[in-house]
């Protein structure tokens, strides 16, 4: 009888779409929801936003079989263009999509 040997290796989750909005209360907040997949259906996320003037926070993740969205909302003290990141951590893998975003306070 023939062995086979599988290995499975743990793929990065990917990143899709991203919507990004200003809080209609508050010029100088902003709101982003981004869809993610995995293909590995266990798998289990954590997210870290950049906001790109310094401060960085968790993402709140909602998931279910491996694929969901991450929401993230930041205040900006300072105008001007920042690149903000989103980096999507699963285990020991990452995806990380770079979003440029002007404010204007
Ligand atoms: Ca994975």
Redesign the pocket.
């Given at each position: 009888m023939d062995e086979v040997n599988v290995t499975v290796r743990?793929?990065?989750?990917m990143i899709g779409r991203i919507d990004i909005s200003n809080d209609p209360n508050q010029s100088d907040k902003i709101n982003i929801i981004a869809d993610f997949t995995?293909p590995?259906v266990l798998?289990t996320h954590t997210a870290i936003w950049d906001w790109g003037d310094g401060n960085k926070s968790h993402g709140v993740i909602n998931e279910s079989k491996g694929s969901g969205t991450v929401i993230g909302s930041h205040v900006y003290k300072s105008k001007g263009e920042h690149n903000i990141s989103l980096k999507i951590i699963?285990k020991d893998?990452y995806s990380k999509v770079l979003i440029l975003r002007r404010i204007d306070l």
């Open positions: 743990n793929v990065a989750p995995d590995g798998d699963d893998v």
